[in-house]
């Protein structure tokens, strides 16, 4: 997966997350996901990095226990 260069540090970094979980996957941890989302006043972009077992059934873009991840945020 090729990134793009952008001299906006905060996307470098954002970008430089879902590389991450990208390249878990392909070293065989799959069962490692992110749940993206925005902040509540939609200026920062959020990410959080948690197992598939901690993720919503009726929801796949939504955790069952916050604290149960690592998160990261633009912010």
Request: aromatic share 10%; hydrophobic share 40%.
């Amino acid at each position: 997966m090729k990134v793009e260069r952008d001299f906006d540090p905060l996307l470098r970094r954002s970008q430089w997350v879902l590389l991450m979980v990208h390249e878990l996957h392909k070293l065989g941890y799959q069962r490692l996901w992110f749940v993206p989302g925005m902040s509540p006043s939609g200026m920062h972009w959020r990410c959080s990095v948690t197992h598939v077992g901690n993720i919503k059934r009726t929801h796949g873009a939504m955790m069952c226990d916050f604290d149960d991840a690592a998160h990261y945020a633009t912010g």
